[in-house]
């Protein structure tokens, strides 16, 4: 389970509406200093992000209070390679199937990117079928004292 810790912003009947920092990799690393990547980062980090969460039937929540929430580490990871490693192989395989028909070299490049175009429409189906899956969802799972 990955875990992070978010802000309550909100509460619906069913929904809970949380505020988490984005955190990147560089607050751990060695070289942050002398970085141009680590300024980037710094600076997309001090963006709050609000996101809908299930509201847990178990636990007493209120605006202000700071919770855990979790997501399963194997569909995150499924969740990235669809959205990231899908659209890649589709454009390669695109390029590939055009120069195996000995298309002209615009063509081949034309080929790729509508390949490209097609695999985020496929990524949105895929996803908007997945986000339903309870196994996909981020949840609370306890209130940070």
Do not use: H
């Amino acid at each position: 389970m990955i875990e992070e810790k978010a802000l309550i912003v909100a509460i619906s009947e069913n929904e809970v509406t949380i505020a988490a920092a984005r955190n990147s990799a560089c607050g751990q690393c060695a070289s942050k200093s002398d970085c141009g990547q680590s300024s980037i980062a710094q600076w997309a980090a001090s963006k709050m992000v609000n996101m809908e969460v299930k509201k847990p039937l178990n636990l007493a929540l209120e605006i202000g209070d700071t919770v855990l929430v979790g997501i399963n580490e194997q569909s995150f990871l499924k969740a990235s390679l669809l959205l990231y490693f899908l659209p890649l192989v589709v454009m390669f395989i695109a390029g590939a199937l055009a120069t195996s028909v000995d298309a002209l070299e615009w063509q081949v490049i034309v080929s790729a990117f509508l390949g490209l175009f097609w695999s985020f429409y496929l990524v949105r189906l895929v996803s908007k079928k997945l986000e339903q899956r309870s196994v996909y969802q981020m949840l609370i799972l306890d209130v940070v004292k």
